[in-house]
C-alpha cells in the first residue's frame, strides 16, 4: 500500500520506480479510465436495482404508460406464504446441488483422464469442450428432439434397454433430463478448469511420492488433491454462479412442466412477469433471488481473497 | 503481488503468481506421471475418454447429421444413420415466409455491437481497475462482479419496464444494452484480470521516455494484451449470441434474433426438427469455432483470472 498523500504530475513522472500507479488525492488516470464503463454499468445496475426495489412494494399497470400503485408489503406476505413458492425453491435447491455436483465429478474424472492422455490431449480437449459453446436454447430443444417419445435416438435407446414412456412427460423423467442437459453443456468447463489446475501441479512431487512406492489413488488423494483444491474451489463457485443464472434450457423443454416439476424460482419468475403480467410479485422474487446470488457472490470472493486468488 | 511478476510473454507461456508456477510443457514432450505405466490404467482411461466423446459428442453429430435429412427420415421411429443427405432444411430457412436472413443480422448486429463496447469500455476500466490504488477497491471490484452474477430472469423484470418506457423494446439498441448487462462487468473484470499480469515497470519505462500515461497504455500495454482483448471480445459475442432469456423479452419483429428463430418453430401443430436442427448447426457452429480459437486462454477467461492457465 502506498502511503504517499500527495504527488504533482510532474513528480510522478519521473519518480517511484517501485510503484505501479502512483496514488493521486483524488480521480487520477486510472480513475478516469473507469469513468465510462462505471458509469455505464452503474446505470444498467443501480437503476434496475431501484426500480426492481420500488416495484415489489407496488402493483405495476402496463396500460396507458407504465404506472405503480404503492400496495405496501402485499407481495412480501404472498411470497412468504405462498407454498408453491417454497416448494420451487427447493427444487431450485436440488436442481442446483444436482448440476453443479454432477458436473464437479464429472469434470474432475474427465480432466484426470484427459491428464494421462499424452498424445492427441489437444484435439481430445477440444471435442469434449464444445458444448460449452453451444447457446442453451439450443441444447434444451436438441434435448427435446433426442428424447421424443416417438423418434428421439435416447429414448429408443432406452426402449431398446427397456425402458419406455414420455422421458419429458413424466415429472421424475423431466427433471432428470433437464438436469443432464444442464450437466452435458457445462461439465466441459469443470474440465478445462481442472486440467488447468492438473498442469499446475509440480511433477517432481508425483514423482517422489511414486518413488516412495505410493499408489495411484493415494498420490491422487494426498497430493494432487490438496494441490488443485484451491482451482477446483474457482470451477465449484464460477459454475454456482451461473447455475443460479441461467434457465433457458428449462424454459425450452418443459416450461416449468410437468405439474411443476421442473419450475425452479427463475421459471416461476419468468412467468409471474411475462405470462400474468404480475410485475409486482415478480419484482419482490426477483430481490429474494438477487439477495441469494449476492450471498454466494459474497463467499465466492471471500473465498478467494483468503487463499490469495484475487490480486 | 504482481510486483515479483516476470512473465517470458505476456501471453503467459509461463506465469509465476503467488509463488506458483505453471509451466505450459513444450508440445511433443511428455509430460508422464509415473503411476499411469501400467496396462490396466490405461485401458480404463481409455474406455472413460471414449465414453465421455460419445457423450458429449453424439448429440451434436445427431443434430448435424438430422439437419440434412428429409422429413421421414428425421422423424423415423427407428434412428437413420444412412440416408440420402438433403439440403432442404437449409433452402428453406433462407426461402418462404420465415426467411432466416434478418435474424442473423439482428443476431450478428446485436452481439458484435454489445461485444465490441464491451472489450473497448472494459479495456479502459480494466486497466483503471488493475492499477488503481484507491480505497474500497475491493468494494468498487466486488460491485462489478455483482452486476455480472445477479440472475437474469431479476434484471429482466426492471429492465423490461424501463425499456419501455425509453422505447427500448424491439431495437438493436435496446438488445445490445441488455447484453451489456452480463458483458460489461465480465469484460472489465477479464481485461482487468489480463492488466495486472503485465509489469508495471514497463509503463515506468514509457514515462520516463516521456510518454504520457494515455499514451503509455495506447503504444506500450495495450498491444501486450491484444490476446486477453481478442479472449474477451470472443466470450463477450459468445455470451450475448447465445442469449436467449433477453432477447425473448425485449426483441420484437425488428430485432428478433438467431435463438428467438429456433424457439419460433416449437408451434402448436409441432415441430419441424429438420428446419431446427439446421437453424441449430447455423447457432453453434460459428461459436464453437470463435471458443476453440481462443482455447489458450479460456481458463482465464472463464474463471475470470482466478486461475492461470496453459
Sequence with gaps: ?311 | MSASTTPRSPAGQAARRDGRVIVAAPPGVPQSPLEDSSRRTRWTVAILLTVALLWTLVPLLWMLLSSFKNRTDVTAATPQVLFAPTLDNYRNLFTGSNNLGPYIWHSVLAAGISAVLAVCLGALAGYGLARTRMHGKKHLAFWIISTRMAPIAAIVVPLFLIFRGLGLIDSIPGLVLAYLTFNLPFAIWLMSAFFAEVPPSLEESALVAGCTRWQAFRTVILPLTKSGLVTTFVLCLVFAWNDYAFAVVFSGPNSQTLPIAASQLVTQTGIDWGQLTAIGTIVVVPMMLAGLAVRRWLVTGLTLGAVTGE
Design chain 1, 1 to 311: 500500500m502506498a502511503q504517499a498523500a500527495d504527488s504533482s504530475p510532474v513528480l510522478r513522472r519521473s519518480t517511484r520506480p517501485e510503484a505501479a500507479a502512483p496514488k493521486e488525492p483524488r480521480i487520477g488516470f486510472e480513475g478516469k479510465m473507469m469513468v465510462p464503463g462505471l458509469i455505464l454499468l452503474a446505470a444498467l445496475s443501480i437503476v434496475p436495482f431501484l426500480a426492481l426495489i420500488a416495484m415489489s412494494f407496488s402493483r405495476v399497470r402496463l396500460l396507458g404508460g407504465v404506472r405503480l400503485e404503492p400496495v405496501g408489503l402485499g407481495n412480501w406476505v404472498r411470497f412468504f406464504t405462498d407454498p408453491d413458492m417454497w416448494m420451487s425453491w427447493l427444487r431450485t435447491l436440488i436442481y442446483f446441488v444436482l448440476t453443479v455436483g454432477l458436473e464437479m465429478a464429472l469434470g474432475l474424472g474427465i480432466a484426470l483422464c484427459l491428464y494421462r492422455v499424452l498424445r492427441a490431449r489437444n484435439i481430445l480437449l477440444s471435442l469434449v469442450l464444445l458444448p460449452m459453446f453451444a447457446a442453451p436454447v439450443i441444447v434444451g430443444l436438441l434435448g427435446r428432439y433426442l428424447t421424443d417419445s416417438t423418434f428421439g435416438l435416447y429414448s429408443w435407446m432406452l426402449r431398446s434397454l427397456g425402458f419406455s414412456g414420455d422421458i419429458l412427460g413424466s415429472p421424475v423423467g423431466a427433471f432428470t433430463a433437464v438436469v443432464l442437459m444442464d450437466v452435458w453443456e457445462w461439465t466441459p468447463l469443470i474440465a478445462l478448469i481442472t486440467l488447468a489446475g492438473l498442469s499446475g501441479v509440480p511433477q517432481s512431487v508425483r514423482e517422489a511420492a511414486a518413488v516412495d512406492g505410493a499408489p495411484g489413488w493415494m498420490t491422487l488423494r494426498y497430493i494432487v488433491f490438496p494441490a488443485i483444491s484451491n482451482v477446483l474451489l474457482v470451477a465449484l463457485l464460477i459454475r454456482s454462479m451461473d447455475a443460479i443464472r441461467y434457465f433457458d434450457i428449462i424454459w425450452v423443454t418443459t416450461n416449468g412442466g410437468p405439474a411443476d416439476a421442473t419450475k425452479i424460482v427463475p421459471i416461476r419468475l419468468y412467468e409471474t412477469a411475462f405470462r400474468f403480467f404480475d410485475f409486482g410479485y415478480a419484482a419482490a422474487i426477483g430481490l429474494a433471488m438477487l439477495a441469494f446470488s449476492i450471498f454466494i457472490a459474497r463467499t465466492f470472493v471471500r473465498l478467494l481473497d483468503t487463499r490469495g486468488l484475487t490480486r
